[in-house]
């Protein structure tokens, strides 16, 4: 390509950019006017849920739109706890936290990293979420955790979550998303059992989840 043809598919391409960019900036940021994810049914695949909250501070730094923060029950004594948190698309869809610098900052050692993949009915191929064992006292935290957006995108990692992020805003004039964590606390013999059950309670809660997204306008 000549110097000439190059510097004006270069113009080309910084005024569709420009344009592109003003476009946006008119459209003006939607606002969450229902954030629905409080109907969230307390039971979800044979456990009873509780609700809970975190201190003040926590929330604050969090700075979400909507947090969900749950223990979930089972007849079997099995005990895991839920975590959603919402960032509208005027916050920028997500959280500036993830489990990879919050455990550790709470005396957290991170001992396995890796993914699981989950299949829903809705995701016929499959999903895959961040699987984590966090150990403490000699008490392990088990967790799959992933971020979620657009209602029903699954989304492991903070680069992806930029792409659809940009999509969102460039198609839809919308990039809301949420973080969303599943964990449990058990002794070292119960990690591959825990990680079944996680597993399987992801699943059911995948399949509801997108019905109880919130509305922005």
């Not at 003040?56 to 948190?85: I, P, W």
């Not at 006292?137 to 957006?149: E, F, I, R």
């Not at 809301?176 to 591959?192: F, H, L, M, R, W």
Request: net charge neutral; glycine share 8%; with cysteine.
């Amino acid at each position: 390509m000549s110097n000439n043809k190059f510097f004006l598919a270069t113009l080309v391409f910084l005024l569709l950019t420009a344009a592109m960019v003003l476009t946006i900036a008119r459209r003006g940021v939607p606002e969450v006017v229902k954030t629905n994810l409080e109907n969230l049914p307390l039971e979800i695949a044979g456990y009873q849920g509780v609700e809970d909250r975190f201190s003040q501070k926590v929330y604050d730094v969090l700075d979400a739109d909507m947090h969900l923060y749950r223990h979930y029950h089972s007849s079997d004594g099995t005990r895991l706890s839920f975590y959603l948190g919402y960032y509208g698309t005027a916050k920028g869809g997500r959280t500036g936290h993830n489990p990879y610098a919050c455990l550790p900052g709470a005396g957290w050692s991170i001992l396995q990293k890796d993914s699981v993949r989950i299949y829903p009915s809705s995701y016929p191929d499959g999903v895959d979420v961040n699987f984590v064992v966090a150990g403490k006292d000699g008490t392990n935290n088990v967790m799959l955790h992933w971020y979620q957006s657009a209602g029903s995108r699954i989304i492991t990692s903070g680069l992806q979550q930029n792409i659809e992020s940009f999509k969102g805003r460039v198609l839809y004039n919308r990039n809301d998303g949420a973080y969303v964590q599943v964990n449990a606390t058990v002794s070292d013999d119960e990690i591959p059992a825990t990680k079944e059950k996680l597993a399987e309670f992801v699943r059911n809660l995948m399949e509801i989840l997108p019905h109880y997204w919130p509305e922005e306008k």
